[in-house]
């Protein structure tokens, strides 16, 4: 792995700056302009922006080609999701050489949810690589000039690689040790899965030890209660407290939209808060925030880490 | 053993439809352990097929004598090869080698083209019993077991990855895919833990090479296995005492 920065993301990473990312989705439709919108909205509160490939495997708008779409429109840089469950290592090795010709510079290497677990359960899952032997394609790729079977690339592009993290996972020891394998093959830094509490923070960070590379800590603060619901219920490795799920559902009770606004903004600034405050005390090197559709819990969630 | 189970009936009546002849054809060699190809199973068929209106000619194969086993087979094929050029339609109750090796047989061999069509569905290779199977290799060409702890994950996960687990693993250590089986890189690290041999497990294993799972794969060997019957022949005589179906059981194994 060479010195070199190729993205804002590294730049400020490298230079121990702390560094809040955000979250975009693309959608089931022929435009991307919701994400367009919502990244406009994230410009100077963000470094850069995750772009989901496929969440829970659903299949939406191309990641490579929202990810484009995005930095070119809005000038937010991405950080673009892809998952080894829709394609094979050839198609991997296309999308990852079209992210440099597109100008993408961070790519966050991802296995995927289970195709089973999407709205088109009857696809043909691929996993042709998984996540480890996808970081391991895309330093070979960018640091060699050359795909797995060794095959020369012309001007290789320039891309940095993330790995993912479940802090919460049922069994943290070898999800620790996956971790530490994603990192020796290369990857550049880490984002984690949500969490909520400190202590599941506090474990996972003991556990992993000293590691080279950043490692920013994922939060959700949920728009709704439905968002915080469906984490709960849907996300694996992700446990929601109930004091906050239930706050949450009481904000439904609220029939004026401002103050149900204010009041979910109020549910969410007092649970981050605490939550933030303890992050402070980790050796996280950012914030991984998916406030997906809720920029304007953004700057107030920034001011605790100020 | 390759695991199967038996068809819906509407939709073996669909392959059948407008066929008034029918030859059905077992087998005795997984699809018996399975019951979906045993003698019970091919008279089952047949007569289901006679309430249909269907003219049936049974052939049944004897514990120990596989449909795709042809070698074996074709003598039964052949005792009815009568049936068979007139059938208008051929069943055959074994998985899909099974039919295959069969529809093969009887365009080649006996020299007439008929519809051969299946009843069963095969669900794969697997192991165990005597009443539980469990699929744990799928034949892949390049057996990946001794970097994994004796645990196939290409079969075993949900995924099939070589570098896991997954984020997916449920509080019980058990598959996002399916809640009722275990994560198989979590039986990978325990076996692992439990040899002292966990620095394996953080090491990378390569992407698996599909290249030797080309399909559709051909296979020679240079010495044929003698058919069963003539192994029989060979034995002490006491062991025919047992004779029936018991007996050439027991000479399987």
């Known amino acids: ?306 | 053993m390759i695991a199967q189970e038996q068809k819906p009936i509407e939709e073996i009546l669909g392959y059948l439809d407008g066929k008034r002849k029918i030859v059905a054809v077992g087998c005795g060699g997984c699809a018996t352990f399975y019951h979906t190809g045993d003698k019970k199973a091919v008279k089952e068929m047949a007569e289901r097929l006679r309430k249909e209106g269907k003219e049936v000619t049974e052939v049944i194969l004897p514990l120990g004598v596989s449909a795709c086993e042809i070698d074996m087979s074709s003598k039964f094929l052949e005792k009815n090869r009568k049936a068979i050029e007139d059938a208008d339609a051929v069943l055959v109750m074994s998985c899909g080698d099974g039919v295959q090796v069969v529809c093969e047989y009887i365009d080649n061999k006996i020299g007439v083209t008929k519809p051969v069509v299946p009843a069963n569905d095969a669900l794969g290779l697997v192991g165990g019993g005597p009443t539980k199977f469990k699929e744990t290799c799928q034949s892949c060409g390049q057996c990946e077991l001794g970097k994994t702890a004796g645990i196939c994950p290409l079969t075993s996960c949900g995924k099939g990855l070589m570098n896991g687990p997954c984020g997916g693993v449920r509080e019980d250590g058990k598959c996002e895919v399916d809640p009722e089986k275990d994560c198989a890189w979590v039986k990978i690290y325990e076996r692992m833990e439990k040899m002292g041999e966990l620095d394996k497990f953080t090491e990378m294993r390569a992407p698996h090479a599909w290249s030797k799972a080309k399909r559709p794969r051909l296979f020679t060997i240079e010495e044929p296995v003698k058919p069963v019957r003539t192994i029989l022949a060979s034995l002490p005589s006491y062991l025919t005492l047992l004779g029936g179906p018991e007996y050439e059981m027991l000479m399987l194994f």
């Open chain 1, 1 to 306: 792995m060479g010195d070199e920065v190729y993205s804002q993301l590294m730049k400020e990473l490298k230079e121990g700056k702390y560094v809040f990312t955000g979250e975009l989705e693309p959608e089931k439709a022929g435009d991307v302009e919701e994400p367009i919108k919502a990244a406009r909205e994230l410009v100077g509160l963000v470094t850069a922006c995750n772009v989901t490939d496929n969440p829970q495997s659903f299949a939406y708008v191309s990641s490579l080609a929202a990810s484009y779409k995005i930095q070119q429109e809005t000038g937010m840089e991405c950080i673009y999701q892809l998952r080894c469950a829709d394609r094979n290592r050839n198609a991997l090795l296309s999308d990852i050489l079209g992210a440099g010709v597109l100008g993408l510079r961070n790519i966050l290497a991802l296995t995927g949810d289970h195709v089973s677990l999407g709205d088109t359960p009857d696809a043909k899952p691929v996993y042709d690589l998984d996540s480890t032997t996808l970081i391991a394609l895309i330093r070979k790729v960018v640091d060699e000039g050359k795909d797995l079977a060794g095959n020369e690339i012309h001007n290789p592009p320039k891309l940095h690689v993330g790995a993912a993290a479940a802090p919460g996972a049922a069994v943290l020891k070898a999800e620790i040790a996956k971790v530490k394998r994603k990192i020796k093959v290369g990857a550049e830094f880490i984002q984690t899965q949500v969490v909520y509490y400190p202590e599941v923070l506090d474990r996972f960070f003991k556990e992993l030890g000293k590691v080279d590379i950043p490692v920013l800590v994922g939060i959700f603060p949920a728009k709704t209660y439905a968002q915080a619901d469906f984490f709960d219920k849907y996300v694996a490795g992700v446990d929601v407290p109930p004091d906050y799920l239930q706050n949450m559902k009481a904000t439904k009770q609220i029939k004026d939209k401002e103050k149900r606004k204010e009041e979910v903004d109020r549910v969410n600034i007092e649970f981050f808060t605490s939550f933030l405050e303890h992050l402070k005390d980790t050796p996280a090197a950012g914030c991984h925030i998916m406030a997906v559709g809720y920029p304007r819990i953004i700057p107030e969630l920034k001011k605790v880490m100020e």
